[in-house]
């Protein structure tokens, strides 16, 4: 199993460009988020979605869009990038179990915006 | 709201000390669930452990043990005799939203195992 894949691994953008984010599991697994993680704050949740169709905004979601046309992929897109985004991006998915979900996590995108 | 605090910025300690890293939590909520995930050099995070509110009791893995004690909204992990592929960053989180999972992290502790 590949578990959850992020393309790209590294990218520069220019202030005001836009670009997409990828993010594909094939676990089959209904919930999908992306968190961004900066120095000395953790992990903050940016979108996340529960199904097809279905997305929502976490704690950070301004300059970011999500959609979730199938179970496997879940693109995160930047508009109009601004140096405020510079982070390292991850996505991670989870089945929809009772209880608290185990997530799988993504091996990181570090996007520079200059 | 949710809140994860991991005051420990950065640890080092001798290979085959015990260390613990601590996790201290604020919710309101009376079920929730904590969790610590690793994070090594290579970037991805790594579940170690997942504990509802309703479950006080210790739980051991190997060389690795967690104590949950909600009289002080703790959830400590302790390393005993700790090796260099324990070095990482260690973030605790809590969750309170079942099924549309919103982890709040914690903002990490870097362990650093000296050889």
């Known amino acids: 199993n590949a578990g959850v894949t992020q393309t790209p691994k590294f990218q520069v953008l220019k202030t005001g460009q836009s670009m997409t984010l990828q993010c594909a599991q094939d676990m089959n697994h209904e919930y999908m988020s992306w968190y961004r993680q900066d120095p000395g704050m953790g992990l903050r949740l940016i979108h996340y979605?529960?199904?097809?169709?279905?997305?929502d905004q976490g704690e950070v979601p301004n300059g970011y869009n999500v959609s979730r046309s199938t179970t496997e992929d879940f693109p995160l897109r930047l508009l109009s990038a601004a140096p405020s985004q510079t982070s390292v991006y991850f996505c991670a998915s989870s089945p929809l179990e009772s209880g608290a979900n185990v997530l799988t996590f993504g091996a990181g995108s570090r996007l520079t915006v200059l | 709201a949710q809140k994860v605090t991991q005051a420990q910025t950065e640890i080092s300690v001798v290979e085959k000390e015990d260390v613990t890293l601590d996790c201290v939590y604020e919710?309101?909520?009376?079920?929730?669930?904590l969790f610590w995930y690793k994070q090594p050099p290579s970037g991805e995070l790594v579940f170690l452990i997942r504990?509802?509110?309703?479950?006080?009791q210790n739980e051991i893995s190997g060389r690795y043990s967690w104590n949950f004690q909600k009289s002080t909204s703790s959830f400590n992990f302790t390393i005993t005799a700790s090796q260099v592929v324990d070095s990482a960053v260690y973030f605790c989180?809590?969750?309170?939203?079942?099924?549309?999972?919103?982890?709040?992290f914690g903002t990490g502790t870097r362990l650093t195992i000296i050889p």
């Open positions: 504990r509802n509110s309703f479950d006080e």
């Open positions: 989180a809590l969750s309170v939203n079942f099924g549309n999972e919103k982890l709040t």
């Open positions: 979605s529960v199904g097809a169709g279905i997305t």
């Open positions: 919710t309101r909520d009376t079920t929730y669930y």
